[in-house]
């Protein structure tokens, strides 16, 4: 009986499925139409067979059918580098390439597929590639170095460098005075430089020789925006509303801008009909769609939105729309009130900054400000206003092992404060802005903050009783949990740092 327990258990065990049998079942299921079953057999395979380069090139196949284009793209090049002599790769890598409208990348591959193999099986299909390109591309064969340029620009913004690429499009926009997406970046790079006018001048160029442009439009927008030309900007949101454009690019433009400027039910439809269409967008969509979703209230699919960011982009990981925003925030607070919070990180005092810093981890507009390249110059502000900055992009990465004991203490008394007015109205705010006063000069002082709870119970008694009768040193040391001499010793210490005027 034992032997037979024993030789039912080998016969179990001896068969250990590898990814040639979830290859083999994965075609089956595509022959028979089932699709879902044949992702998940093929995506199997591969992770038992990460380097076999037919399984590999099928998975791509059945990636680019379900419109993943990047994630196929992605998966076509693991088994182009794998096995680059194998024509078929070849030909869906120039597929793949046309489908995400990289013209040039897909010419190049649909001609060496013809090198490869002239009268193979996807010969017609290569061809048909080439002609389409060749009719729909804006630069010939000896322009290839001009997208190589302005895919040189497009990083150098990326990067904060707007001089360099301002450079680098001037000179593309001499030799190509039509290349509308030239121009458009190029009002960017001005914009963000700070060269305001220069920006409108550029797509004002644009839209009067090519109207209806709607990245310029778009970029019009984003600029008011910045700007606060409320009403222009209405005007012009009432106007793109109306716009259905049939191209994914300027879907996905519109729906990042709506975004950008707030709109988020507009953006919410553009970036929900590009889905349903099939379209699996990059890193950039999943950022737009995660954060309009979550302003409209749907919440699920902000939180898968962002989860398929960080698949493309883990570094996103910390800087979700929703990360250290409290709950019991209302949208008429303090915290949600972007002129309020830009006019604090832009106030010319260093004690108004450092409350605009510590606000900004609070808010939903977290991501939009610090994103902004001219908002925020790092290499420019202080240690003092830094803590505070820091503490917007988490707390971890605010106090490391080398920070001062104090500045931590310091952002310990602020939350604490914050914690006991939260959400603020601007009444509180007043509070806040006396404290960072107060903050400020015992930083310039070398001060200790030595009890964080009694230093925050000595701020909220200087404050209040200022403005209210009966508030009473013995109910401040009761609610803060701490004794009525210490909390009496600690606004005598505060006191000191007070900005007396002569």
Known sequence: MDKKRVHQNRKVISFIPDGEFYYKKALKAMQQDRFTEAHKYLKRATELNPEDPEILMHYGIL??????????????????????????????????????????????????????????????????????????????????????????????????????????????????????????????????????????????????????????????????????????????????????????????????????VGQHEEAFKQFRKLQKHGFEGDAGFYFWLAHSAYFTGHDNIAKKAYAKLLEIDPSKEGFEPWQDVEEKIEPNSVEQDRTFLLNKIQNSYRSERMFGFYLLGKSGYKQELLAHPTYIQLEKLTVEEKVFLMSSLGEEFAFGETSDPAHVRAYEITEILYKNYCPLNYEAAHLFQMWFTLCERAMEAAYRFPNPMALAAAIDFMFRSARFDRVTKTGMAKKYGISTPTLTKYVNELIAFLPYTD
Not at 149 to 170: H, P, T, Y
């Open 63 to 260: 990636q680019m059918e379900e419109g993943a284009f990047k994630e196929a793209e992605e998966t076509l090049q693991q088994a182009y580098v794998l096995a680059p002599e194998l024509a078929d790769i070849t030909f869906y890598l120039a597929e793949v390439h046309a489908h995400m409208n990289l013209l040039i990348e897909a010419k190049g591959y649909a001609e060496q597929y013809l090198k490869m193999d002239a009268g193979g099986p996807f010969a017609d299909d290569a061809e048909e590639i080439i002609d389409f390109i060749e009719q729909n591309d804006p630069f010939g064969d000896e322009d290839y170095e001009v997208y190589v340029l302005q895919e040189k620009a497009r990083k150098q913004m990326e990067d904060g460098e707007f001089k360099e690429a301002i450079d680098l499009l001037e000179n593309i926009i001499t030799d190509y005075p039509q290349l509308w997406a030239a121009y458009n970046n190029l009002a960017l790079a001005y914009f963000y430089l700070g060269k305001i006018e220069r920006a409108y001048e550029t797509l004002d160029e644009v839209l009067s020789q090519n109207e209806g442009n709607i990245h310029a439009l778009c970029n019009l927008a984003v600029f008011y925006y910045y700007e606060e030309k409320n009403e222009q900007l209405e005007q012009l949101l009432n106007m793109l509303r109306k716009i259905h454009p049939y191209a994914v690019e300027q879907r996905y433009k519109l729906g990042a801008t709506f975004s950008l």
